[in-house]
């Protein structure tokens, strides 16, 4: 599983006009499931993202987690993310696993999330989504497991 995960001050997703997700402070998680992803590596990568410290302590450094926090948390599926652009000028997505493993595990990966936070929103798998974010710092990071 991939994640792009934002730092933002606020987050939201529309489709066709309708917010269907949004949080205050807390995390933007842009996530792609691959093809090895089981129940376990989602689970997997939920607890990092939610124990990942990257919120800024007293001091002034990065040592405070989403769940220390009590910030929120917006998971947006975004199969993009496994693009192979190594040739060309068009990526492919020949390693992208089918679409019903994909729903499944991302949907699994929202219910784990709630099992851990307070404020959990989400896109809609597949959907033309407009994500709307203020990132903070900007703080963005690539995470895999």
């Known amino acids: 599983m991939i994640a792009l995960i934002q730092r933002v001050n606020h987050a939201s997703v529309k489709v066709d006009g309708k917010t269907i997700g949004a949080i205050d402070a807390g995390l933007l998680a842009f996530v792609a499931i691959e093809k090895h992803d089981t129940p376990q590596t ?5 607890e990092k993202i939610i124990h990942y410290r990257i919120f800024s302590d007293d001091a002034g450094k990065m040592n405070r987690s989403l769940q220390d926090t ?6 947006v599926s975004q199969f993009t993310l496994l693009a192979n652009t190594d040739k060309g000028r068009r990526p492919s997505f020949t390693d992208s696993p089918p679409v019903e ?4 595990l991302y949907e699994h990966s929202i219910m784990h999330a ?4 307070q404020t959990v929103a989400q896109g809609e798998f597949g959907a033309d989504m407009k994500v709307s974010l203020e990132n903070d710092g900007p703080v963005t990071f690539w ?3």
């Open 42 to 46: 989602v689970e997997k990568m939920v």
């Open 70 to 75: 009590a910030g929120g948390l917006l998971l």
């Open 101 to 104: 493993m994909s729903i499944a």
């Open 114 to 117: 709630k099992t851990l936070l």
């Open 143 to 145: 995470l895999e497991v």
